[in-house]
Structures are given as structure tokens and as C-alpha cells.
């Protein structure tokens, strides 16, 4: 993962910007990064770095970043500006890289070791300079005024690209009730199939419209979740009188569904991080895919999420999801006939 970020880093010629939640980078990983990011200041490249700000709060779901200042030192002792964006309340989720504005790496992968090593994570490009200028717009924003409640107020249209893919941003809090109706739109309206990646499962309408179509049975609907973390998730609900349909909604998901559960180590300071990270969500033709995990708390903080309209890629997406749905107990697809 670090030879693939830097490689899109090195690519850079006039400017990148980036916008990541968790920075920990040690050994041979942060000294690839920094290399690339002291050489792209060198050859004249403008890069600007912001990260959530660490806090005392208590967050369970997703677990607090813990941002390696010494690293953070000696990026802008390299030239780097840096910028962090105060986390309270909600988190500056966001994990994107924005270069020369006209391409965009983003995912759901933070830059840390255990991320790049032993979480499931996605990530992906897009050549684009019409989804470059959204994503700038949106990390210009954050930059002149750092606060995660000003994340994604624009709605941004369809662009299509050169291979007649449609693409398009969305960006919370600001979109985020357009992005999960979005969701559950593509959701209600599949008719083949329905594969869900995220650490939880927890958002309302998506929740809600997934445990109907799995009352109906019609489409075929499996994935992954992180198990450790919707424990935390379900006991915070069992505490909450109105949450209780939550519980039962997500039990006849995961039980009429083919669904792995991935029993990570619980989070504490100093663990290692091996959480089941990615985000991917596939309708159909349609993909949602980036820093959004499906979650109401999520719908708060500073997201991005790419929707993506391709047959091709939500095959790719598709097979990946059942792949790592496997590895953590969900039944084998059947095969084609």
C-alpha cells in the first residue's frame, strides 16, 4: 500500500492535497511516504496535509485516531503544510488525495501500519478533472475554515468518463441525508444483487430497507462486518428504548443474508488495529464506495463517497466483498450454472 500511494503521489507536478483521519506511519512505510513527499516539495509541488484532531472523547465506533506528531514534525520540516482539523464532536473522517486537480485516490484506508497490513481496506483512482475540482472544492473548504460541520454543503452532478462510467461525489454531513436515501434507493431498487461491506451496519434508512428486502427474499444479499465492533454497537442499543428495531432489523439481515463477521481485537490504546475497515457498498450496476461507514454517527462527520455506475466495477467490487465475507464464515457463492 505504501508503494501504491506514493507511486500516485510521485505523480504530482503542480499540487496535493490531502485529507486523511488516522496518520501513523512508522519504519519503512512512513520513511516511502515521506521520500515521496519531500522530493514532490523539491521538484516545486504546493502539498497541504489535513487530519482529525486528536481528542479525549470516547469513540468506540470508529476508534479514535492517534496521529504520530513526530511524523506530522517532520513532514512540514519538509516543507509539507499542515493542517489539523479539530474532531469535536463529530470526526474529520475524511481519507482522499487530490493531485494536480485532475485525479483522486481515495478509499477507505487510513495511512497507518495496521491499516496497511492488517485491515481490509479499498482503495481507488479516478482520472477526472470535473470530480478533482469537487473534491478541492471540498478540501478548500475545510481548509480555510476547519470545521467538520461545513463538509459537503454543494451536491455535485454525474460526470461521465472516457470510458462512459458514470461517477459521482458526495460529501457529508452536508449531503449525507441525500447520500444513505441515495443508498437505499440503489438498494430497494436491485434486482439481482446486494453485497454490503462496512465495519457496521447501523444507519436507519439503510438498515431499515435492507431488513425489508430480506423479509422479501427476492434478491440475493450477503457481505461482511466487523462482529467486535457491532457488539459495542448493539449493547449501546440495548440501552436505548427507540433503538431496540435496530437490533431486530440487523438480526434478520445478517440471518437471511450470507454475511462474515470478522471478530477484530477490541479497541484500547496501544492495540493492534486489525478491524474489518472496508467500505463498499454494491446494487446492482451501482457502487458506493469511500470513507463512509454505514452508520449514523457517520452521517455526522466529514465524509467522501464516490457513487459509481458500472457493471464492471460492481463486479470487481462484488467479488471482493464475497471473498472477504468467506474468510470470515459467510457460505461460498454458488456456483454459476
Not at 482529525?52 to 504520530?68: G, S, T
Request: hydrophobic content about 40%; charged content about 20%.
Amino acid at each position: 500500500m505504501a508503494q501504491r500511494i506514493a507511486s500516485f503521489l510521485d505523480g504530482a507536478q503542480k499540487t496535493l492535497d490531502i485529507a486523511i483521519y488516522d496518520l501513523r506511519l512508522e519504519q519503512s512505510p512512513g520513511t516511502t511516504l515521506l521520500n515521496s513527499f519531500s522530493a514532490a516539495v523539491k521538484r516545486g509541488v504546493a502539498v497541504r496535509l489535513m487530519f482529525n484532531q486528536d481528542h479525549a472523547q470516547v469513540i468506540p465506533v470508529p476508534p479514535p485516531p492517534e496521529i504520530d506528531w513526530a511524523f506530522v514534525d517532520r513532514l512540514r520540516a519538509a516543507g509539507v503544510q499542515v493542517k489539523p482539523v479539530p474532531g469535536v464532536p463529530d470526526l474529520m473522517h475524511h481519507k482522499y488525495v487530490v493531485r494536480d486537480g485532475a485525479s483522486v485516490l481515495t478509499g477507505s484506508t487510513n495511512w497507518t501500519n495496521d491499516s496497511w497490513n492488517r485491515e481490509e481496506n479499498v482503495t481507488f483512482t479516478v482520472e477526472s478533472g470535473e470530480v478533482a475540482a469537487g473534491f478541492a472544492a471540498n478540501f478548500e473548504g475545510l481548509w480555510e475554515k476547519p470545521v467538520v460541520a461545513l463538509s459537503g454543503r454543494a451536491s455535485l452532478p454525474w460526470t461521465a468518463l472516457p470510458d462512459g462510467t458514470r461517477v459521482r461525489p458526495y460529501f457529508c454531513p452536508g449531503r449525507s441525508l441525500k447520500l444513505v436515501h441515495a443508498m437505499s434507493r440503489s438498494l430497494a431498487s436491485a434486482e439481482k444483487r446486494i453485497r454490503v461491506c462496512s465495519p457496521v451496519i447501523t444507519s436507519g434508512p439503510i438498515l431499515g430497507t435492507l431488513a425489508e428486502l430480506s423479509d422479501h427474499a427476492k434478491v440475493d444479499i450477503a457481505g461482511v462486518y466487523d462482529a467486535t465492533q457491532m457488539d459495542e454497537v448493539q449493547r449501546q442499543w440495548s440501552t436505548q428504548g427507540g433503538a431496540a428495531w435496530k437490533i431486530a432489523a440487523f438480526h434478520t439481515v445478517t440471518a437471511a443474508g450470507r454475511f462474515g463477521a470478522k471478530r477484530s481485537t477490541p479497541y484500547a490504546v496501544g492495540t493492534v488495529h486489525d478491524f474489518m475497515h472496508a467500505k463498499v457498498l454494491v446494487a446492482d450496476e451501482y457502487v458506493y464506495v469511500g470513507s463512509f461507514n454505514l452508520s449514523h454517527s457517520g452521517e455526522s462527520n466529514a465524509e467522501n463517497v464516490i457513487q459509481i455506475e458500472s457493471q464492471t466495477v460492481a463486479d470487481l467490487c462484488a467479488s471482493y466483498i464475497d471473498q472477504v465475507a468467506a474468510r470470515y464464515g459467510a457460505a461460498p457463492v454458488a456456483a454459476t450454472p
